[in-house]
């Protein structure tokens, strides 16, 4: 232990003899790992933000749209024609594996308060939408059934249409008037955030999809809906509740065999997860990209190390001529190279992580530092210091004390 002090001691000395080329060697080892702390901060920054606005989607999740049909030659696209009712939605939910099932009427309507009014998109639908979007209310009640079976005005409303209709005025209880009819506000659906297309999920309002029906949009085909959002009880199930969806419309849509089905079903579960996937690829190419500067950094080292032996020759033959073995030799330019890299790394992170933040603050971007980056990011910088430090200090330790002495 006393040697390996004096050792220390004594490789402090001889970076300090050259500050600036110590400087320079430890400067590629800063910016490595600075870089990689803050790559992977904004990279799994984004990735949150995306499993965030999955999660705020709700889980297990299918949209089924009303069909393409093909009218007089011309193929409609999805939702031309309402080709799913209320009595379908009441028919998938008794299918085995079926939690929840939200027949949908979506509108826009502007809405009036006082002297506010706000234009926003209005969604009919039935309690089980706040079940299947996993959206519970921050203020007030939700609907019922009652209300949907009497067409009642009630409404919930988004926290954005909140603020641009009342401020900081309690909107519980309170009327506001679509399309001119007076609507009760019920409650207030807590905050959502941004959807994976960036929309605000906020600004929404939330009737009876009767109401919806009869009293605000009115409808071609009484019955209808635009789509249905069915929630799933369990990942696994999915399979299995798509197909038997499937087959229950087009049985009761009186599809014959070989005929296009008038609906369509999308599995927004799987569209979510290939995002994910999709963000946590890219923050691993952000932190692997970042990465190549440690490499660089640990090229610099060994460089400079090599240029070190060649200037002390005549110190390691003295050093080996007084009875130093080839390992002390090894040990005191590893240890160099050791300290440097070490230094290197705690002023990366203390950049990084300083970098980091200041992005955060100045692109209101989402950055996540967590500890087992930084670690990552210290662990493998001095790997990459003491490896590339190491064959300099195996050449010095391969010398022979008489050349090394005779060295000009």
């Known amino acids: ?71 007089g030659g011309v193929r409609m696209g999805g939702g031309a024609t309402p080709t ?111 959807s994976l297309d960036g929309r605000d999920q906020d600004d929404t309002v939330a009737i009876p999809v009767t109401t919806a029906q009869r009293k605000l949009f009115g409808s071609q085909f009484p019955g209808t809906v635009r789509f249905m959002m069915v929630q799933a009880e369990s990942a696994e199930s999915m399979p299995s509740v798509e197909k038997s969806m499937t087959e229950l419309l087009r049985q009761r849509h009186r599809i014959r065999q070989g005929t296009d089905d008038d609906f369509s079903i999308r599995n927004l579960t799987a569209l979510a997860n290939t995002a994910a996937e999709t963000a946590k690829v890219m923050s691993l190419m952000l932190g692997a990209i970042a990465s190549v500067s440690l490499l660089v950094g640990g090229i610099g080292i060994m460089n400079i190390r090599l240029v070190s032996v060649t200037e002390r020759t005549r110190e390691i033959g003295i050093r080996m001529a007084i009875g130093a073995r080839g390992r002390d030799i090894l040990l005191q330019f590893l240890l160099e190279a050791i300290i440097i890299s070490v230094i290197g790394c705690l002023i990366g992170v203390l950049l990084g992580v300083g970098g980091a933040l200041l ?3 100045a692109t209101d971007m989402a950055v996540v530092i967590t500890l087992s980056a930084i670690l990552m990011a210290f662990a493998v910088a001095t790997g990459v210091g003491v490896f590339f430090g190491y064959y300099p200090a195996r050449k010095a330790a391969n010398m022979r004390p008489i050349d090394a002495l005779r060295y000009q």
């Not at 992977?40 to 889980?59: D, H, K, N, P, R």
């Not at 706000?118 to 007030?140: C, E, H, K, N």
């Open 84 to 194: 799913l009712t209320l009595a379908d939605a009441q028919a998938i939910q008794d299918l085995p594996s079926v939690a929840a099932v939200a027949p949908t009427s979506p509108g826009t309507a502007q809405l009036v308060y006082g002297p506010n009014n706000w234009s926003t998109q209005v969604m009919g639908s039935t309690p089980a939408y706040l079940a299947v979007r996993d959206w519970p209310l921050s203020a007030g009640f939700p609907f019922t059934d009652s209300d949907v079976r009497s067409a009642t005005r009630v409404a919930l409303l988004g926290q954005t249409v909140v603020q641009n209709l009342f401020g900081n005025e309690d909107p519980v209880g309170k009327t506001i008037r679509i399309k001119n009819a007076p609507y009760v506000v019920l409650g207030v659906l807590a905050a959502k955030g941004q």
């Open 1 to 71: 232990m006393p040697m390996i002090s004096a050792m220390l001691g004594e490789a402090w000395v001889a970076m300090g003899a050259n500050r600036l080329r110590t400087f320079l060697t430890m400067l590629g080892m800063v910016i490595g790992v600075g870089a990689v702390i803050l790559m992977l901060a904004v990279g799994q920054g984004a990735q949150q933000q995306v499993e965030a606005s999955i999660a705020s989607m709700g889980s297990n999740l299918f949209i089924i749209l009303s069909g393409s049909v093909t009218s």
């Open 359 to 361: 992005v955060g603050k």
